[in-house]
């Protein structure tokens, strides 16, 4: 039986995919997100080892409401796909015991072939595409993004539904040239099922403070509701735009 690193766990999340969920965060991640509300959660040494039997045992009291309101579980982080051996085993157990939905909240930053086995038992990935211009990418989280779009088209090939998510800081996240190339980008992809714009917030900040990290956004503003709406349907044109590109491809290589 394998173990993991966890960070954190919670029992009644909602937020996090469809009904009620065990939500499990866990240690470690790859990339440096200036926004991150978990910079705690970065140290692959850092959290607490369990096994999967104990994660099970922490979820067993609540199967009931996870399943009657159409949940299950979520694994997000820190980055899941780090520790996918372990998140695999977790999913399967929680399929064949309860017959529970999985959900797995990635940064998308890994190879396809590291996460076959834990693919095989995902039934929705919740996806950040954070920046869509590679070196914008970069600036925003160190890590430029190509594995991730990879990732992606990975995804839409093997047809696991998707929920694309974008975090919008004014200013950083939220240009109008980025969030069209996103729509363009999402619809080429199969199954995306929504697309959320998460508005920006300052909740982890102390925690960087307590880090003795520099957090590089002091002085950012959240999001006006205006501005995460201009926001959407920015995304939505870029996905119009693609949609009919696509629509048009086949005619002309017909032709
Ligand atoms: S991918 Fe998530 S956990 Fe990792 S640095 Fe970015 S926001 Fe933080």
Redesign the pocket.
Known sequence: MHTGRIHSLETFGTVDGPGIRFVLFMQG?????R?????D??DMTGGKSFTVEEILAEMEPYVDYYRSSGGGITV????PTLQAPFVAELFRECKERWGLHTALDS?G?CDPHHAEALLSVTDLVLL?L?YMDSEGHRQL?TQPNERILNFARHLSQRGIPMWIRR?LVPGLTDNAADLLALGRFISGLRKVERVEVLPYHRMGVFKWQQLNRDYTLEGWREPTTNEVERAVKWIEQGRSAGAALHSRQPRERAT
């Open positions: 991640c790859a990339l440096q997100c926004y991150c509300h978990n910079p959660s970065w997000t982080g820190g980055e940064s930053f950040d954070k989280t975090v």
